[in-house]
């Protein structure tokens, strides 16, 4: 079975604050694909990035980066230098490879807030 | 822009009627979609997979005769919630089965 953690229910920070959102994700599959979405208070699930399996190199997108780690199951994310807009659920997201690529298993979500 | 739209964004319904919720891919074809369901301050929950011309696979603990899937066409699939019942109250989500999974809109549905 697959499973998403998302330890950080809630993280509030102030305006131009680094923070970070962990994810630990298990699964028993070798080819695997990891994702994060942000979910603003309108409802809509924003795709972020995705990942696969094979391809542990870190990535930076203007002020947002992931790392991931297949050694702790790890596939973070990192805003930097955050910005009131950035308040928004996020969550991190598995699926599996082959015929079962898209069927997502979403972690419980983190609540950013950041204040100005 | 949106790839994936849903119709309507808001339902409410009585008790006991049933609801149609469409899903509809722009611009590309979708032989597969997805339906999830968000309950309030929660997680998404792949309810089932929509396939154009054959039947839907549910997940396991999702009653497929209350929630009906068709996908009769390459850009629409359509979700109906029968005898909708206040528990079914919930933020209903699909998504196309694309690279990077985008997600529609999403339409919330109240049962009174």
């Known amino acids: 079975a697959q499973k998403v953690t998302q330890a950080q229910t809630e993280i509030s920070v102030v305006e131009k604050e680094d923070v970070t959102l962990d994810c630990v994700y298990e699964?028993?599959?070798?080819?695997?694909?990891l994702f994060w979405y942000k979910q603003p208070p309108s409802g809509e699930l924003v795709f972020l990035i995705r990942r696969n399996s094979f391809d542990e190199q870190n990535e930076i997108s203007g002020r947002y980066s992931w790392n991931f780690q297949k050694s702790t199951s790890s596939f973070n994310f990192t805003i930097t230098a955050s910005q009131v807009v950035d308040s928004a659920v996020y969550f991190c997201?598995?699926?599996?490879?082959?015929?079962?690529?898209?069927?997502?298993?979403f972690g419980q979500g983190t609540i950013l807030t950041v204040h100005p | 822009g949106a790839v994936v739209s849903q119709h309507p964004s808001r339902v409410i319904c009585k008790s006991g009627t049933s609801v149609k919720i469409e899903c509809r891919s722009l611009d590309f074809q979708a032989t597969t979609m997805f339906w999830y369901r968000q309950f309030p301050k929660q997680s998404l929950m792949l309810m089932a997979t929509?396939?154009?011309?054959?039947?839907?696979?549910?997940e396991q603990g999702v009653e497929k005769d209350k929630f009906l899937i068709n996908h009769a066409s390459l850009t629409l699939s359509t979700l109906t919630v029968t005898s909708a019942h206040p528990e079914d109250s919930s933020f209903y989500i699909c998504?196309?089965?694309?690279?990077?999974?985008?997600f529609g809109p999403g339409t919330r549905l109240t049962v009174l």
């Open positions: 997201a598995l699926s599996r490879g082959g015929t079962s690529y898209g069927k997502l298993t």
């Open positions: 699964t028993r599959d070798t080819t695997y694909y």
């Open positions: 998504s196309n089965s694309g690279d990077e999974q985008f």
């Open positions: 929509s396939n154009e011309g054959s039947k839907a696979t549910y």
